[in-house]
């Protein structure tokens, strides 16, 4: 089902065993930009199944998929969804690299324990990438270490995202550093601001590490998110998206996504950008009223 070969005769097929669809053209419409979807936003309108709903983002024009629980997930379903992106002409976005080595002060505080099994989730992520076709991987840098000064704990980070890009080049992957907002979701972190992203990154001196520019945090944590972008725009290589406040979708906040979304399209930007957001509006309604929001901010 949701296949990109839809035709009359599939959706009259669909009716009849009560299937529900979010209504298409039979040619499929794509957005100027790679905006990726995750699983569990349109689980009303294509089901539970995660195959069904990357299949359903395809038929609405979606071109990326982003999953930051991908690590977690059973091999055979990582398998499962790399081989769905392949056949459908979708790219994988990002998962997150670090997926249990990701809480507490370790990083910034240069613990070797802690670095060492950050580097060792790091190969093993590797081969999650493999499995899906990723180029990117989130890394989440933890929280602050109280006891040592700021500068110091900055270089803690640089080693060890040094020692982690040395695993990384050889395959052509990238890790992305987030920062977090410290003043709404995450309190205690590390790295809240894209100027201390870009620094690390500077440091770092790799083409395996770059800059995840969340847009829902870094309006909270700085704002100005355009003249921030170009600032930052050397050392970016993923977008995440989210209005504020709420964090849902484009059009429900304050955020004017049109104008940001045409500013990155003149960059020619050709990467991707994460829909790491809820739905604001529930149910299938509210899945159509998203893809809607996307719509009208795409259309510049």
């Known amino acids: 089902m949701y296949r990109r070969t839809f035709v009359k ?34 689980k009303h309108s294509a089901g539970e199944d995660p195959i069904d709903q990357i ?24 398998d499962k969804i790399g081989n769905t992106l392949v056949d459908l002409k979708m790219e994988m976005g990002v998962f997150v690299g670090n997926w ?20 060792e989730e790091i190969k093993s992520s590797v081969q999650v990438a493999k499995r899906v076709n990723a180029t990117w991987m989130t890394i989440v840098l ?27 080049e050889p395959h052509g992957l990238v890790m992305v550093i987030e920062p977090l907002n410290h003043l709404h979701n995450h309190p205690d972190v590390f790295l809240s601001k894209v100027p201390h992203a870009h620094l690390i990154c500077k440091a770092v001196n790799s083409p395996a590490c770059k800059i995840l520019f969340d847009m829902y945090h870094q309006q909270i944590t700085e704002g100005n998110i355009i003249q921030n972008i170009d600032f930052a725009f050397e050392e970016t290589e993923y977008f ?15 955020m004017n996504y049109r104008n940001i979304f045409k500013h990155i399209h003149d960059k020619a930007y ?20 998203l893809i809607k929001a996307y719509r009208e901010v795409d259309d510049f």
């Open 9 to 42: 005769a599939g959706l009259a097929t669909s009716a009849i065993l009560g299937l529900h669809f979010i209504a298409k053209s039979p040619e499929i419409k794509f957005f100027k930009l790679k905006y990726a979807p995750h699983i569990g936003m349109f």
């Open 55 to 78: 299949k359903f983002m395809a038929d609405q024009g979606f071109s990326a998929f982003e999953d930051n629980s991908l690590s977690a997930r059973e091999v055979s379903l990582q």
């Open 100 to 119: 249990n080595v990701r809480r507490g002060d370790g990083l910034a505080k240069g613990d070797p324990e802690v670095r060492n099994a950050f580097l």
């Open 142 to 168: 933890g929280n602050r270490y109280h006891r040592l000064e700021p500068d110091y704990q900055t270089a803690n980070i640089v080693e060890t995202l040094k020692q982690a890009s040395s695993i990384l």
């Open 240 to 254: 995440q998206i989210g209005d504020v406040p709420g964090r849902k979708e484009p059009t429900t906040g304050e």
């Open 270 to 289: 050709t990467g991707i950008l994460g829909m790491e957001h809820g739905n604001y509006y529930p149910d299938k309604e509210g899945e159509a009223r």
